[in-house]
Each structure stands twice: as C-alpha cells, then as structure tokens.
C-alpha cells in the first residue's frame, strides 16, 4: 500500500501543490492511484523525489530536470546522455560554491576589520 499526497509531502518536503505540477510537468511519473482514486507513492517515488529536490537546490533548471526524468524513462540506452547532464550540472554547482567562497572570504574579513575596531 502506498502513501498519500499529504504523507509523500510530508516525508518529502514538498507541498502537495509540488507534487502536483511535479507529475503534470513530467518531473514524476504519473502516480498511481488507490481505488478510490487518490494518488498512491511508493518509497521509489520518494528517492525519486529526493533527487529531484537536490537538484533544484543546487540550481539546476525546471527544463533540465525534465530533460533528465525524460531521459530516465527511457531507461540504460541514456546512461552517458544523463552522465554529461549531470556532470554540466555539477560544474555550474563547482562554479557556484567557489563564488560564494569567495564571497564568505570577503564578510569574513569585513567581520574581522569591524571586531578589530571595536576592540581597539
């Protein structure tokens, strides 16, 4: 037996409302449905879903996301097509992460001037 919306949005993260434009856009297969018709997720749903929430959060594009979950159903003949998605993906990511070291760097040296000022 599966879970509800309420119950995959609650172990997810993600509202119900996500869930929904999730599955309508294509990010997620069309969920199966219970015999009263109510959506039903599976654990693999969930992985799935965890997977897509990672990679929203590092950035990636709605488009890209549905590229990859296109590929994906396609199945092991997409294997190096998706490999190289993710690797682009994963250099914007290192991109992102050296910039905002950068950025740390600087606040920390700001913080450093004005603990030095206040304490002379």
């Known amino acids: 037996m599966g879970m509800t919306i309420q119950e995959a949005s609650r172990k997810s993260g993600l ?28 654990e ?11 990679l929203r959060s590092t950035g990636m594009p709605i488009a890209d996301m549905c590229r990859y979950a296109e590929l994906r159903r396609q199945g092991p003949e997409t294997f ?12 914007r990511v290192r991109a992102q992460i050296s910039q905002l070291t950068g950025d740390l760097e600087v606040l920390d040296h700001k913080i450093d001037f004005y603990n030095t000022q206040e304490n002379e």
């Open 15 to 42: 509202s119900a409302h996500t869930l929904r434009y999730y599955e309508r856009i294509g990010l997620i297969h069309a969920v199966d449905r219970s015999m009263n018709g109510h959506r039903s997720y599976t």
């Open 44 to 54: 693999p749903d969930l992985t799935w879903l965890d997977f897509l929430t990672r």
């Open 80 to 91: 190096a097509t998706r490999r190289r998605l993710l690797e682009t993906h994963r250099e």
